[in-house]
């Protein structure tokens, strides 16, 4: 009996080991406009994969990476990542880091600040409207 309680005790310990460091996936979007892709002669009908950057006015770090895929002619990217919102601040701000043909032909590194700087709540990263931060790029 008591091999069977250790070993049921060292398999609860190891899972809770195993998942304590999963973070939950969330979702949040950025607007991206592609306004020009004459990478390698241009002509290029596919995906996108896009990073963006989450970051709070006054923080030091971004609070997280999220990733997503878009088309050129789809402007609202759903980007995933481990994003959580912190209180009910409306710093929010999103920095662009990454656009590349999802082939892997062409890329840039914007390092592009969401021009709504500073004041982006939650709820307009959560969502896809108006106040959505937005970006536009050329490849």
């Known amino acids: 009996m008591k091999k069977i309680v250790l ?3 060292l398999l609860g310990a190891l899972m ?3 998942t304590s460091n999963v973070k939950a996936q969330t979702t949040i979007y950025c607007k991206l406009y592609i306004s020009s892709d004459t990478c ?3 002509k290029y009908n ?3 994969d896009v990073t963006v950057e989450l970051w709070i006015y006054g923080g030091g770090s971004p609070v997280c990476t999220a ?5 050129s002619g789809t402007p609202c990217v759903t980007l995933t990542g481990p994003c ?3 209180g009910s601040t409306c710093t929010y701000y999103e920095v662009l880091t990454k ?3 999802s082939n892997g032909s062409c890329g840039i590194t914007p390092n592009q600040i969401s021009p709504s700087l500073f004041n982006a709540c939650w709820t307009y ?4 409207n108006g106040n959505t931060p937005q970006f536009t790029v050329s490849l």
């Open 99 to 101: 656009v590349q043909r």
């Open 84 to 86: 959580a919102p912190y």
């Open 7 to 9: 070993f049921v005790a």
């Open 125 to 128: 990263l959560a969502t896809c």
């Open 67 to 71: 990733t997503g895929t878009t088309t």
């Open 40 to 42: 390698n002669g241009g």
């Open 16 to 18: 809770l080991g195993l």
């Open 46 to 48: 596919g995906n996108y």
